[in-house]
């Protein structure tokens, strides 16, 4: 009977830690921004504490069509990004107070949203520029993974419809992560092996994508 009576605990706590489990799942930060002087001209990127995320962009093809380049990925983001994301997110006040600066003369640098959710708090707040550390920091670390996540997108369409633009754009790629690395750079790292293991890529190029590869992601 008291044999039982143990198992019977047991199945409760289990089925209370798998409860918190689903609850710490249901977390989310998501940033948004809308600037139609820039590519793309709108995106969105949500992540999840369990580390699953979901990008969305949209951007005019060019300036002369009204044709739209629609584009959505999921990935898994870095332990150490998830728990930078979420921090940053308890620092802002998780986004229930207003992050703007209100300041007349600052320059439009794009309508930007953050927002958090889970089963106790829900917060939005919209912004040009916020003097919140805390949001500048989650903007900026926001702003570099739509980077990365922008460049296996062009990456893509280049390995499969015009292959030679592949080197111009992994070279400018090398380039630049001297002196900033690509966050969270694993999230692209399909797209990177394909080019790395396509024997129709040129050897030098190739190999530029394998270097990007070893790199550790900048967070």
Do not use: W
Request: aromatic residues 8%; charged residues 25%.
């Amino acid at each position: 009977m008291v044999r039982g009576f143990h198992v019977a605990c047991l199945l409760v706590l289990l089925a209370a830690f798998s409860h918190s489990q689903t609850s710490e799942s249901l977390r989310t930060v998501t940033f948004t921004l809308d600037f139609p002087a820039s590519q793309p001209g709108h995106y969105s990127l949500q992540v999840q504490s369990d580390g699953k995320a979901r990008y969305e962009s949209s951007s005019k093809i060019s300036s002369e069509s009204d044709e739209i380049d629609s584009f959505a990925y999921e990935f898994t983001v870095s332990a150490p990004t998830r728990d930078k994301v979420f921090e940053l997110s308890a620092k802002a006040g998780y986004f229930q107070k207003d992050l703007d600066s209100h300041r007349k003369n600052m320059a439009f640098t794009g309508r930007k949203t953050l927002r958090y959710k889970d089963d106790h708090r829900n917060g939005e707040s919209t912004f040009n520029y916020s003097p919140d550390v805390a949001a500048q920091d989650l903007t900026n670390l926001f702003q570099g993974l739509s980077a990365t996540l922008e460049l296996g997108h062009r990456l893509e369409y280049s390995l499969r419809y015009q292959k030679l633009a592949l080197a111009d754009e992994l070279k400018r790629t090398e380039d630049l992560a001297r002196m900033n690395p690509p966050v969270e750079i694993q999230a692209i790292a399909p797209i990177l092996q394909q080019i790395v293991a396509d024997a129709s890529v040129m050897n030098v190029t190739r190999a530029r994508a394998q270097r990007l590869l070893d790199r550790p992601s900048g967070h």
